[in-house]
C-alpha cells in the first residue's frame, strides 16, 4: 500500500547547522507531497508541498524537491533557528483511489542556541 | 486567511461516555476529515466525508464511531463509548478542489479518557 517513510529521530542540532529530513514514499499513482509541522502544543501546520516531480516547495527557508526517480522529497534548510524546534511530518496524497493524506511516523527536531 | 476551528480544545471524559468532537471546516470547500494522533506516534486517517456521506474510513473507524454534517458549517465526530485508548489529539481537516490537494488542519481536539 501506500507508505511514507521519514528518517529515524530525535533529531538535535546547533543553532545555524544545515538540516536535512529525509523523506521516501511508496505510493501506486502519481501523489501530491507535503510537508507538515507540528509546534510544541499546536496542532498541523503545511510547511511546504510539490504536486509533481522535479517541484520545489519551499517556504520559511525550508525546501523540498519532488524526486520521482528516488521516490524522495527531502526536507532541507540551509541554517536552522531555535524556533524551529517542531515535530516534521512528510505526507503523500493521491487522488486516484483513496484520496487522503498518509503520513510518515514524524521527526521530532530540537535546535540548541 | 480562513482556516479549520475545533472545539473543544481538550476534553477528558470517563470510560464509557460519549463524546462529540467539533469541527467548522473552511467554509467553501468540500471534503472533510477526521485523523489522530495518539501521544508521541504518527497522525493516523480515521474518515473522509463528501457530498454528505463516509467516502472512506480506516479499520480504527469502527461502530463506536460516527461523523455527521448537521447543517451548512458543522462537522462533527462522536465516540458513542469511549475506551482508554481512544486518548489521542483528534484533528479535522478540509479540502476543496481549487486548493488542489492541500488539506488544512485544525488546531486539534485533546481527548483523554480517564
Known amino acids: 500500500g501506500d507508505s511514507v517513510t521519514q528518517m529515524e529521530g530525535p533529531v538535535t542540532l546547533s543553532e545555524e547547522a544545515f538540516l536535512t529530513i529525509n523523506c521516501t514514499y511508496t505510493a501506486t499513482g502519481y501523489p501530491s507531497l507535503f510537508w507538515y509541522v507540528q509546534y510544541p502544543g499546536e496542532g498541523l501546520q503545511l510547511l511546504l508541498k510539490a504536486t509533481k516531480a522535479d517541484d520545489k516547495g519551499s517556504n520559511k527557508g525550508f525546501e523540498a524537491t519532488y524526486r520521482k526517480e528516488t521516490t524522495s522529497f527531502h526536507l532541507e534548510k540551509g541554517s536552522v533557528q531555535v524556533s524551529d524546534s517542531a515535530v516534521y511530518f512528510c505526507a503523500l496524497y493521491l487522488l486516484q483511489g483513496a484520496q487522503k493524506l498518509v503520513f510518515g511516523q514524524g521527526t521530532r527536531l530540537t535546535i540548541n542556541p | 486567511e480562513p482556516e479549520v476551528t475545533q472545539t473543544p480544545s481538550h476534553q477528558v471524559t470517563q470510560m464509557g461516555q460519549e463524546v462529540i468532537l467539533r469541527c467548522v471546516p473552511i467554509s467553501n470547500h468540500l471534503y472533510f476529515y477526521w485523523y489522530r494522533q495518539i501521544l508521541g506516534q504518527k497522525v493516523e486517517f480515521l474518515v473522509s466525508f463528501y457530498n454528505n456521506e463516509i467516502s472512506e474510513k480506516s479499520e480504527i473507524f469502527d461502530d463506536q464511531f460516527s461523523v455527521e454534517r448537521p447543517d451548512g458549517s458543522n462537522f462533527t465526530l462522536k465516540i458513542r463509548s469511549t475506551k482508554l485508548e481512544d486518548s489521542a489529539m483528534y484533528f479535522c481537516?478540509?479540502?476543496?478542489?481549487?486548493?488542489?490537494?492541500?488539506?488544512?488542519f485544525g488546531e486539534g481536539s485533546w481527548l483523554t479518557v480517564v
Open positions: 481537516a478540509s479540502r476543496d478542489t481549487s486548493s488542489g490537494n492541500t488539506i488544512y
